[in-house]
């Protein structure tokens, strides 16, 4: 884990990017926390979920095929593993977040940007220049089309690996429209039918990589490219 002090940064895309759903930009104050510094693998998966390891090629690799329900099961069975309160509980009316718990969870849509950012207001964590995207995240142009053991690219100023490509990375927001008001430690939409997904993956183009690009998938879907990493308050 890696502790993020919190504070102010600009989320959403800058007014010369393309989508209408990235905008409008808007300040986002984030009380602090901390984040894995790279996503969950395949060996911690199984290992807390007491499944069978994976062969030793595959254990570094990041879990995938989980959908957002087993995301969130995952956190608090790692947190009851580690004696943490969990965060979640499950009722009839959906999953609801204790947000006095102590245990892991999904970050919010607001903490992903902020962490992947780490500081930056370009495209990517590194700046505005393409050519440099290959130091620090597997995409369609460097990864052959597969996964990829975590860790191996550059991390951004934070010390934070892979925010950028290799997996798409669930959160725990509903998708919904931004405000332009000042939101502080933001939550998404209050219902809804998606999760969001933020980071890119290793078959997407660079412009799907960039710290403002929202992507949504249903929370019981099970994609081949979708993993996710743990956060604490």
């Known amino acids: 884990m890696r502790q993020l002090d919190g504070g102010e940064f600009w989320m959403g895309s800058q007014d010369d990017d393309e989508r209408a759903y990235e905008k409008p930009r808007h300040r986002v104050r984030l009380s602090p926390f901390s984040m894995m510094t790279v996503g969950v693998t395949q060996q911690l998966y199984r290992a807390v979920m007491k499944q ?4 030793e090629a595959e254990a570094e690799l990041p879990i995938t095929e989980v959908s957002w329900f087993e995301s969130v099961t995952f956190c608090n069975a ?4 580690l004696g943490l309160r969990p965060c979640y509980r499950q009722t009839e009316n959906g999953w609801e977040w204790d947000r006095s718990a102590d245990g892991f969870r999904l970050p919010t849509e607001a903490e992903r940007e902020y962490a992947t ?8 964590c590194f700046g505005d220049d393409e050519a440099k995207l290959g130091d620090y995240a597997w995409f369609e142009g ?5 996964l990829h053991p975590v860790g191996q690219k550059t991390a951004n100023a934070w010390g934070l690996h892979d925010l950028h490509g290799n997996v ?18 933001p939550t ?11 980071g890119g993956s290793f ?25 996710f990493r743990c956060v604490r308050a």
């Open 52 to 55: 069978e390891p994976p062969a």
């Open 78 to 81: 790692l947190s009851e593993r």
């Open 142 to 146: 460097n990864a052959g089309n597969a």
């Open 203 to 227: 078959w997407v183009e660079p412009w799907s990589l960039r710290s403002a690009l929202r992507f949504w998938d249903q929370p019981g879907d099970q994609d081949w490219s979708v993993g």
């Open 117 to 124: 950012r780490a500081g930056s207001e370009d495209r990517w």
């Open 168 to 185: 798409w990375e669930w959160c725990w927001d509903w998708v919904g429209p931004y405000s332009a008001e000042l939101a502080i430690d």
């Open 188 to 198: 998404g939409a209050s219902d809804g039918t998606e999760r969001v997904l933020r």
